[in-house]
C-alpha cells in the first residue's frame, strides 16, 4: 500500500515538473500589457508609448476588438497580439509600435568620469 502511494506520488511529481518545463517557456521581462474589451481599453500595466497607446486605442475601437497586446523583452522587443485578432489588424498594430524606441542603446554612467 504504502510502495502504491510512493509511485503515485513520484508520477505526480514528475509530471507537475515536466509540466513546468514545456509550457513556462523562457519568455522576457513584460514591458507592458493592455487588455481590450469591446474596443475599449479594459486594463493595463507597464510603461505603454503615449502615441503607440492613442492610436491601439484607434484601432481597437473601429474594429471592436477583444484582445491582448503585450510586449516584451529578451535580446529586444517582441510584440504578442492574441491568436483571436486577424493578420491583418495585427500588422496594424504592429506597424504603429514603436520598436526604436525600446532599440537604442542606454549609456552607461557608471564608467564616464567627470
Known amino acids: 500500500m504504502v510502495d502504491t502511494l510512493f509511485k503515485i506520488l513520484f508520477v505526480l ?18 514591458v ?7 474596443g475599449k481599453l479594459d486594463k493595463h500595466s507597464g510603461k505603454i508609448p503615449e502615441a503607440f497607446l492613442r492610436e491601439c486605442k484607434t484601432i481597437a475601437k473601429h474594429e471592436k476588438l477583444t484582445c ?36 537604442k542603446k542606454q549609456q552607461d554612467n557608471s564608467k564616464l568620469k567627470g
Do not use: C, W
Open 32 to 38: 507592458f500589457e493592455m487588455h481590450f474589451k469591446n
Open 13 to 30: 511529481l514528475f509530471l507537475f515538473i515536466a509540466y513546468k518545463l514545456i509550457f513556462s517557456g523562457s519568455r522576457g521581462l513584460k
Open 68 to 103: 491582448t497586446v503585450r510586449a516584451e523583452k529578451l535580446n529586444g522587443v517582441r510584440l504578442h497580439v492574441s491568436a483571436n485578432v486577424g493578420d491583418k489588424i495585427t500588422q496594424r498594430i504592429r506597424n504603429v509600435f514603436p520598436f526604436e524606441y525600446y532599440d
